[in-house]
Structures are given as C-alpha cells and as structure tokens.
C-alpha cells in the first residue's frame, strides 16, 4: 500500500485546502469561514487518517468520508458564489477540483473495497 503522500488525491486535495484557507483569510463572516475551510481540510485528513489505519474496512469508511466532505464544500462553494463571497470564475475552479477528487475517491474506494471481499 502506498503512502498518503503518494497518492495524487490527497495531494490535490491538500493544495485545494491550502488555496480555501488562503482565499478566505479577510473574510469576515467567521461562520461561513470556519465551515468551508473545515470541509475542505476534512478531505486529505480523512485519506491520511484512512490510510494510517489497519484495515482495508476502514480505509474505505475514511475514503468515503473524504468523498463526502467533497460534496459538502462544493455545496458550500456554490453556497459562497451565490452570496457573493466566493467570485465565480475562482468558485467554478475549485467545483471543477472537488468532482475530480470525488471521481478519484470513487475509484480508490472501489478497489479498496474489492481487496476486502
């Protein structure tokens, strides 16, 4: 099994992370703030929790996980385009990533669950 540090996925998803925190930063409404940025940091975490347990069981729950936090900041991105703290050309990007990242966490869940039947 590969380290986490390898895996494209949560590369890709820790630079989205890191770009959400960067964006955000003056932004005021601490809420929204808090929440966006925890989505976003929720999905390498998960992979890296995932991938430092001893099971291929919870390595996939951890993916799944992810995944989920995947689908909960591209709500909250389309959320931020639409009040106007999220500017739409950076909001389409970052939506962009997150299906990608889902679509990767799809595939790496399937072949962690088949090793496990």
């Known amino acids: 099994m590969a380290r986490f540090e390898e895996l494209e996925v949560w590369k890709r998803s820790a630079r989205l992370s890191a770009n959400l925190y960067k964006a955000m930063i003056d932004l005021k409404d601490f809420g929204f703030r808090d929440q966006i940025t925890r989505a976003g940091l929720s999905i390498p975490s998960n992979i890296a929790e995932g991938y430092e347990r001893n099971s291929d069981k919870e390595l996939a729950?951890?993916?799944?996980?992810?995944?989920?936090?995947?689908?909960?900041?591209?709500?909250?991105?389309?959320?931020?385009?639409?009040?106007?703290?999220?500017?739409?050309?950076?909001?389409?990007?970052?939506?962009?990533?997150?299906?990608?990242?889902?679509?990767?966490?799809?595939?790496?869940?399937?072949?962690?669950?088949?090793?496990?039947?």
């Open 61 to 117: 729950n951890f993916l799944n996980y992810a995944k989920g936090s995947a689908g909960e900041l591209r709500t909250q991105v389309y959320i931020g385009m639409e009040i106007g703290y999220i500017k739409t050309e950076i909001g389409k990007g970052w939506i962009e990533e997150c299906e990608e990242i889902s679509k990767m966490l799809h595939g790496l869940i399937r072949t962690v669950r088949a090793r496990i039947k």
